[in-house]
């Protein structure tokens, strides 16, 4: 994704409505377009219209996309420069709640890479139902693991699996984890 253009330009191209989270194209100015047919159908078409697509993504998780000026950016992206400025380098917008179509500004922050993988829902293709936590096809014991800031941490091996899911919930807790974290 690129970086996104100026608050003051996003202002003029959207409408945020707070309550529900959900971002309307504005009536924008003919400054914007290099054409006043351009203008007159962006007015036409889209103005007062909600924005943003829905695009999934590989995991399963689904977020709402806006093309602006030719170029494809994540609406949450979008609403937080709207309301609050620019998004630091080596920040991210995370959605609290794990709803990623949920834009409402109570349920977006800014958190740094980690604190984003910190929480997020269950992978579509995870097959113990919880993260972190994988059988041994071998001898079909169960072992725990996760990775925080670049480092691996280990939570046992060898274990039955009502072990594993305790001992994943401690290394969660221990290492910071969202509450969020591996939900359905």
Known sequence: MCNLPSQQYLRECFDYDLKSGKLYWSPRPSSHFKTTRGWR??????????????????????YLKVRLDKRLYFVHRIIWKIMHGDIPECMEVDHINGATTDNRISQLRLVDATGNMSNKRLWCKNKSGHYGVYQNKKNGTWYVQAWRHGKYYSGGSGLTFDQAIEAREMLESHLGFHDNHGRS
């Open 41 to 62: 159908t962006h007015t036409s078409q889209r103005a007062g219209k909600e924005a943003g697509c829905l695009s999934e993504n590989k995991d399963g998780s689904a």
